[in-house]
């Protein structure tokens, strides 16, 4: 399970929307008095032998959320 720790931009424009949809979970903590983590975890498709399983979790520290936060105001023009 990574700590994003910064994002960077893929060199192609070109892209694919994934064909499962679900509702990730998350949960924040935080471990002897340093900043809070936010974690968010997915689990696998309806489709798959084991529907719900965790499939895949990542963390972001205060730097890589308000990094995170930056890149989606300028795409979706958050304020």
């Not at 064909?19 to 008095?33: C, E, I, M, N, W």
């Not at 936010?38 to 719900?52: A, I, L, M, N």
């Not at 399983?53 to 989606?72: D, H, I, M, V």
Request: charged content about 25%; glycine content about 12%.
């Amino acid at each position: 399970m990574p700590v994003v720790t910064g994002f960077q931009p893929l060199d192609t424009s070109d892209g694919k929307l994934q064909p499962t949809q679900l509702v990730a979970k998350y949960k924040v903590f935080s471990r002897d008095g340093h900043d809070p983590v936010f974690q968010v975890d997915t689990g696998g498709s309806e489709h798959r032998k084991y529907p719900g399983k965790g499939s895949q979790t990542f963390q972001l520290n205060k730097a890589s959320a308000e990094e995170l936060w930056r890149l989606l105001g300028q795409t979706y023009g958050f304020k």
